[in-house]
């Protein structure tokens, strides 16, 4: 697993609930080490619910392993780091150069080219994408993505993968945002368009989304689960691929981003959460506009 952050941690923790090895890794083995550490203790928050037995978390924690090598024992090496497409391209290619021959390469994108990403390697038959939702443990969609020259057998394993982890699986086309965030990103880049505008509040407008389109999270307290960051590249790369202007990021999007309001990772997004992820309130800054706007 190249990548011991939020999604590579939750890919690694189910493939090792599964009964699969798996190498945990980053830019350092003391950032791998600490994304270990974050999976083993959701796994104890699991067993002190009894969501998950005692024997069961010693196995995950067994098959669990940070490294800052070990590449060239992989079989399948799934990248899971930030959406930023020359950093991926450069992890893909030196992946390719330890793999073994036989090893699959797979990329957690949720809008990048997989056809691109595969253009770097020696292989480009035996990558593909694997675009796990978040939170892992939880959502059970995995959407497949299918390069260009992505062959049928690549296809298949990585099919019996999610499966055998219990996902459920999609297949899409090489197309910018992939089948979920084609759809999901406008939406929820439109609704920070409405909260810029004053259309309604924070709260209004996550709750008109759930009781009014039934969906179970509203647009900005998903915004700030994904990461405005990685929403914000989303839409980058959908404006850029498409050409399109429907596409394009809002001012109050970009601005979040830069000053580093990005969601539950940072503490502060459109709502304010506890170092638990725990939300304790709508955005202090959001409260203070409406103040004004009084």
Do not use: W
Not at 52 to 77: F, V, Y
Not at 175 to 181: A, D, L, T
Not at 257 to 269: D, E, I
């Amino acid at each position: 697993m190249l990548g011991a952050g939020q999604m590579g941690g939750g890919i690694a923790q189910v493939c090792a609930s599964a009964g699969y090895r798996v190498l945990l890794s980053d830019i350092s083995l003391e950032r791998a080490t600490a994304g270990r550490a974050k999976v083993l203790d959701f796994v104890r928050r699991l067993v002190q619910k009894n969501e998950l037995s005692a024997e069961t978390a010693t196995q995950i924690e067994g098959r669990l392993e940070a490294t800052d090598s070990g590449l060239a024992e992989a079989d399948l090496i799934i990248e899971a780091a930030t959406e930023n497409v020359e950093l991926k391209l450069k992890l893909l290619k030196n992946a390719d150069a330890l793999a073994q021959r036989h090893a699959i390469l797979a990329s957690n994108t949720s809008s990048i080219s997989i056809t691109r990403l595969a253009s770097v390697t020696a292989r480009p038959a035996s990558v593909v994408g694997l675009h796990f939702m978040n939170p892992v443990p939880l959502m059970k969609l995995v959407e497949i993505v299918r390069g260009l020259e992505t062959s049928e057998g690549t296809l298949a394993s990585v099919r019996a993968l999610c499966q055998r982890i219990g996902k459920e699986v999609i297949v899409s086309r090489d197309h910018p945002g992939f089948v979920v965030n084609r759809m999901l990103v406008p939406l929820v880049n439109e609704a920070i368009f409405a909260l810029q505008e004053d259309l309604a509040s924070v709260e209004d407008i996550d709750r008109g989304a759930r009781l009014g389109l039934n969906h179970p999270m509203g647009p900005l307290e998903l915004a700030d689960l994904i990461g405005l960051d990685t929403v914000l590249a989303i839409t980058e790369v959908l404006q850029a691929e498409f050409g399109d202007n429907k596409y394009r990021a809002s001012t109050l999007l970009r601005n979040m981003v830069a000053a580093g309001r990005l969601g539950r990772k940072s503490r502060r997004g459109f709502y304010d959460y506890d170092e638990r992820g725990k939300r304790i309130g709508p955005n202090t800054l959001f409260a203070e506009s409406a103040r004004v706007a009084e």
